[in-house]
C-alpha cells in the first residue's frame, strides 16, 4: 500500500499548506498593517513558534511538491519500477537537504 | 445525396516509413455505419484495406478505430450521427499499428490479465466443481453489474491521455476490471489485487480526465469504477475498510415440476 499512502499524505500536505499558507497570508496581509517593514519580520523571525510555524510550511511545501515532481516523471518518462527506488532515494536525500539548509537558515539567525 | 469522403489511414511497415492517408468516395446509403463505408472501400474500391471486424453490432469490439478524431466502434457509428461528409478513420491511437487501421492491442490483454480478472476463492475447488451456489444479494450484484458489460475493445485505453504519456500505467480498461472483481462479494483476492494497483505506474497515475468514460460504447464509467477503487485503496490503508463478508456458499434450488406442464416432443 505504498503508493496509496503516498498519495494520502500528498492530499494531507495539500489541505495542511492551504492552511499553514492560508493563516501566513491573513495573518502577514490582513491583521498586520506593517507587512513589508523589517521590524516585522524580524520579530517573527526572532519568534520560536513563528519558526516552527514556516518549518512546518517547508516541510509540507516541499514533501508537496516532490511528490508532484515524483508523479510527473514518473509519467512522463515511462521509468521502470527499479529505477523508481533510486528516483525515491534522490527524491528522499534532497528533500531532507533542502529541509536542512531552510530550517538551518533561520535558526542560525535566531 | 452527396458521396462521402472517407480519408482513411494506410501504413504498410514493410514498406512505409509512416503512415499516410488515403481518399476514397464511397456513395451515400441512409442508415449506414462506417463499417459499411470501409467495407465498400474493400470491396469496390482497394482490397489491400485491412480492418478488423466481426459481429457488426457492437458485441465483440473488433472495429474500434479513431473516426473524425474519437475513438469509437465502426460498426456503433452511424455516418448521419457524425454530422458531415467528411469521415476521417485512423488506427486507435495508444497501440502500435499492425497494418492500415488493425492496431496490435496485445499490450490491452496483457495488463488485462495482470489485473487476474476472474474470482480467486479459498475454496477453489468449489469453482473448480461446483456442487453449491454462492448467495449473491441484488445490492451485491448491482455494486459491480456495470463492469461486466466490458467488451475489451481498448477504446478506453486509446482514449486515455495518462496511457498516452505513460506505456506502462495500467490504463482504465484492467484497473475498472480490477474494481469489478474486487467488488464483487464472491472474490476473496481484494488484497492480492490491491498490490498489483498499488504500484508507481498503477491506479495513483489516472487524472480522473474521464476520457475513458466517454469513449466507452458500451456506456459503462471506468473513469467512476477506478475512483471506486481508490476509495478502497484508501480505507484499506487507513485501516477503516469494512472487510466484506465473502459470499456464503448455498445449495442449489432444488429441482421441482413446472408449474405449467411442458408439452412433451412430437418429434421422436
Redesign the interface.
Known sequence: MKETRLKILQYVSGIAIFIVAGFHILYSHFLKEDVTEWNSIADRAADNWWLAFYVLLLIFGLYHGLHGLRTIILEYFSISNSTVKVLDYVFIIAGLAILGYGTYIPVEAL | MQDLNFKVQRYNPDKDNSPHMQEFTVPFKKGMSVLDGLLYIKENLDNTLAFRSSCRMGICGSCGMLINNLPRLACHTPVEELETYKIEVKSLPNYPIIKDLVPKIDVLFEKHKSVKPYLIREDNENLERPETELYQSVEQLDSFMQFSYCIKCGLCMSACP?VA?????LGPQPLAQGYRYCADSRDEAGKER?EIV????????CHMAGACSEACPKGLDPAFAIQLFKRM??S???GIRKQPKSAPAIQPPKTSKPKIAVPELTVK
Open positions: 495518462t504519456t505513460d506505456r506502462l500505467f490491491f498499488d504500484t508507481p505506474h498503477g491506479i495513483w497515475l485503496l484508501v484499506q490503508s487507513l
